[in-house]
């Protein structure tokens, strides 16, 4: 499997004086449904900020599918997209002009941008939903909008922060119908940060575990899991919360 | 220009197209001083310091000058829907440049400001407003309501997309109206008893515009005071514009 991403000693500190970031070094393969993971304040968001382009490093490198986005600029915009945590809409349009209009913005003719947004309507189910305002939607159909949003242009890479946060169940299951089906035939690298450990434990057969701006476990899903329980099949998130506490324990060990 | 950048522009002005609110309120008040100001002191307009064009000629540049003051935060606005929204940030991570994001709602603003100028051109003219060079007068009576627009939606713009906040940038269209006010705005310099006033006067760039307009219309002014308010207003363009491409390089998203 070719690397995707790759990450090599990453560092970001904000002028508050908070070490996001403390040497990342992470590899990403292609086509890899990837999950960061990590308390809230980690540094997940962070480092998804700095990949796609939002916010500067201070220092470190990285490459998206052989390329320097910092260097690139506009080019790996459109090699990449994004679902962050928040909803990304204009409530005064309507679904279907917003799914054009993200279209046109990626340089898709009138056409195809049409095309491609009935497609996206149908596969999220919004149907009845595409002529409202988005301001109008449900919490539910603003986030489906919102995810399918970024997938317009179909990206070779998608970033996904908190996809599923506001989601019925209903929604997150076709959500990730969508995204692995997009994953198996179009090859496509989904790099995941959930706090839905049912999720990357479901979807991911990669992870890293970030903490305080460290990445404290690299490697595969099973293989965390063995690490942490070898004998005992148990999930990802017990898994998790085993090896968080015992890590917890450890420093608070340390500083008595 | 390509298909991206132009949609954007276009999306500017349908905004405010379906939402008129800004532009329409710098209509109504410019209306509202244009026939106040008539009616409560045209009278003087006999006075040989008004010219042939009468008062209504002498009153109507301020008539323009605050149609941009009122519409002119419709950039800022638009940018603040888009951050609070956090549309924005979409916005930003597309690949179009980041510098379009922000002139495209200055060319929505600007379209509107120089459109709703030519309906108070039309209007004046109905009213008995001379046009002293004809045609010539309107281009270049349009030309200086570009500039000035460009001038204030700037960095409305710019203060918007640094700060985050849209009360900020309200301050920019807050400190002019106080300049409206310290200028040969009501009666000609001739006219005008303090001395103070008149001091403050030459150095307040309003009267540059006001005097530049009033020159194309009754004639009242010398041309001095057009080719010096093109410079001024040229340069004020520059740096207004400037300012709000810089800080398209700062915006604080969420």
């Known amino acids: 499997m070719s690397t995707e991403i790759s990450i090599s000693k990453l560092e970001k500190k904000y002028p508050d004086g908070t070490h996001a970031l403390k040497g990342v070094d992470l590899m990403v393969g292609k086509g890899q449904v990837f999950a960061l993971l990590g308390p809230n304040g980690a540094g997940k968001s962070t480092l998804v900020n700095i990949l796609i382009n939002l916010i500067g490093k201070d220092s470190g490198s990285y490459v998206i599918g052989g390329q320097d986005p910092e260097k690139s600029g506009r080019l790996i915009q459109r090699y990449i997209a994004v679902a962050s945590q928040d909803n990304e809409l204009d409530p005064g349009e309507s679904a279907l002009n917003m799914l054009v209009f993200q279209g046109r913005l990626f340089g898709l003719s009138k056409n195809e941008a049409k095309e491609r947004a009935d497609e996206l309507i149908g596969l999220f189910q919004l149907e009845s939903e595409m002529n409202k305002k988005s301001g109008d939607l449900s919490g539910g159909n603003k986030r489906r909008l919102h995810c399918a949003l970024a997938l317009v242009h179909r990206p070779k890479v998608l970033f996904l922060d908190e996809p599923t946060v506001g989601m019925d169940p209903l929604a997150r299951s076709t959500f990730w119908e969508v995204i692995t089906s997009m994953n198996r035939k179009d090859d496509v690298t989904v790099f995941l940060t959930t706090q839905y ?42 898994s998790y919360l085993t090896y968080v506490k015992s890590l917890s324990n450890t420093k608070n060990n340390e500083q008595l | 220009m390509n298909a991206a950048n132009s949609i954007l522009i276009r999306r500017g002005i349908l905004k405010l197209v379906k939402q008129p609110a800004a532009p329409l309120m710098g209509f109504g008040m410019s209306l509202f001083f244009l026939l106040v100001y008539n009616a409560g002191i045209g009278g003087v307009g006999s006075m040989d310091a008004f010219g042939d064009g009468g008062y209504i000629s002498f009153i109507f540049p301020i008539t323009i000058i605050s149609l941009a003051m009122g519409s002119s935060s419709g950039a800022g606005q638009a940018l603040n829907a888009d951050l609070q929204s956090g549309y924005f940030r979409r916005l930003f991570l597309s690949p179009v440049p980041k510098w379009v994001l922000v002139v495209a709602p200055m060319i929505a603003d600007t379209f509107s400001s120089v459109f709703f100028t030519l309906v108070l051109l039309i209007i004046g003219a109905i009213s008995g407003v001379s046009f002293q060079f004809g045609l010539v007068s309107v281009l270049g009576i349009l030309l200086l309501s570009l500039l000035w627009s460009l001038t204030l939606c700037g960095f409305s713009a710019g203060i918007m997309l640094r700060t985050g906040n849209y009360k900020n940038a309200e301050l920019v269209t807050n400190s002019i109206f106080i300049l409206l006010f310290l200028s040969t705005t009501f009666l000609p310099r001739e006219l005008i008893t303090s001395k103070w006033l008149l001091a403050v006067s030459w150095g307040n760039p309003v009267t540059y515009i006001l005097e530049a307009n009033r020159y194309l219309l009754g004639g009242t002014s010398p041309a001095w005071y057009l080719y010096l308010a093109l410079a001024i207003f040229g340069l004020t363009a520059i740096i207004s514009v400037s300012y709000a491409l810089l800080s398209a390089r700062r915006t604080r998203i969420r």
């Open chain 1, 197 to 238: 450990l049912d999720e990357a434990d479901k979807h991911a057969l990669a992870m890293a575990l970030i903490i305080d701006g460290e990445i404290k476990y690299a490697g595969a899903v099973s293989d965390f899991k063995k690490m942490v329980h070898p004998s005992e099949n148990c999930t990802l998130e017990e």
